[in-house]
């Protein structure tokens, strides 16, 4: 598997303890390594630039760009700019493209990460910019045009990609822990989409502790169904390793095993898959994570090495209520 990486990704660097650190990329391609992966540096575009400026309000791209110049500077309480920061989103864009022009399936090992990042930085209701500075799924999207969808699986709604896509008939689905309960609180099952996006956004918001047992019910009953119908040319993956149990930010019950689940069941359409890491500050998970993703695609070998979790009798009945909800919004532009 082609994975792509730079050291000039951890050049965004916090200036203060932050769980987004350039040291989960180190964990990231030791699993790589480990699992026999061909690592590629990626080369800066010329028009990168453009590309960025194809998603994102120009005075915001020319604000991100000022703050990179000054170094050391918050945009807003959890998401930071250095020095370094400017060059690593750009050649995350950049690794992004080259990527969809391959054709092939590969993972982006890049950071910042982008899915909160909406047009104008922070998106839709959030308090902050989560982490992200540009929004590398989406511009890959609008990069591939008709076809291309992203798969959310991060456990935080991507609710910049949603802003961004909202109005385009291009696909965006999301798992993602209920916004009740979790940043950025956006991801509701009644978000479908506008105009000529209506049906095209498709939000599957799993309530805390939920297991793997239903992860996958998930995945069968929304997710593949919904891919399956709309054909996609080129399906990004917007990878958070943050919905494992074992995550410091989040409340989910998902172990290695909904992760493998769900990429094979994208790895079965048979269409090029580019994985693209946004969140996930459990380092071993990353790395355990990558390792797996590697072989399966490499190998088709199924190897969670963790034993399946199971959802408690009263998390199952507050999904069994979610997933109504999504079926009823999800079920007038889908078969189910
Ligand atoms: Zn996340």
């Known amino acids: 598997m082609l994975v792509y990486f ?58 991100v760009r000022r703050l990179c110049r000054k170094g050391d500077v918050q945009i807003d309480g959890d998401t930071y ?12 864009v950049s690794a992004v493209v080259d990527a969809v022009d391959r054709k092939e399936t590969a993972l982006v090992a890049a950071r910042p990460p982008g899915h909160h990042a909406g047009f104008a930085g922070r998106a839709l209701s959030a308090p902050s910019q989560g982490f992200c500075i540009f929004n590398t799924a989406a511009i890959g999207a609008l990069y591939v045009g008709e076809g291309a969808a992203v798969v959310d699986i991060d456990v935080h709604h991507g609710n910049g990609t949603q802003e961004i896509l909202y109005d385009r008939d291009l696909l965006y689905i999301s798992t993602h822990q209920h916004p ?19 049906g095209y956004n498709v939000n599957v918001p799993l309530p805390p502790r939920t297991g793997d047992d239903l992860y996958a019910k998930a995945v069968d009953e929304v997710v593949v169904p919904v891919l399956k119908q709309y054909g996609p040319r080129l399906i990004i993956i917007s990878l958070g390793w943050d919905a494992h149990r074992e995550d410091p930010l989040a409340d989910m019950n998902l172990t290695l095993k909904s992760y493998l689940y769900v990429f094979d069941a994208v790895l079965r359409l048979q269409k090029p898959t580019i994985f693209l890491l946004e ?27 963790e034993s399946q979790t199971s959802t408690d009798g009263h998390t199952a009945k507050r999904y069994e209520e979610v997933m109504r909800e999504v079926k009823s919004h999800v079920g007038r532009y889908w078969r189910l």
């Open 6 to 63: 730079s050291e000039v990704f951890k050049g965004h660097v916090p200036p203060y303890r932050h769980p987004e650190a350039p040291d989960r990329l180190d964990f990231l391609i030791e699993g790589a390594r480990e699992a026999g992966a061909d690592i590629k540096e990626p080369r800066m575009r010329e028009d990168v630039w453009q590309l960025v400026e194809s998603v994102h309000d120009r005075s915001y791209v020319e604000l």
């Open 81 to 92: 700019v250095s020095a370094g920061t400017c060059d690593a989103a750009a050649l995350a």
């Open 180 to 198: 009740l309960t979790l940043y950025p609180g956006t991801g509701y099952p009644e978000e479908v989409g506008v105009g000529r996006g209506e």
């Open 279 to 305: 969140g996930g500050y459990n380092r071993g998970v990353i790395k355990r994570g990558t390792k797996a993703l590697v072989r399966l695609v490499d190998a088709g070998e199924f190897a969670p090495g």
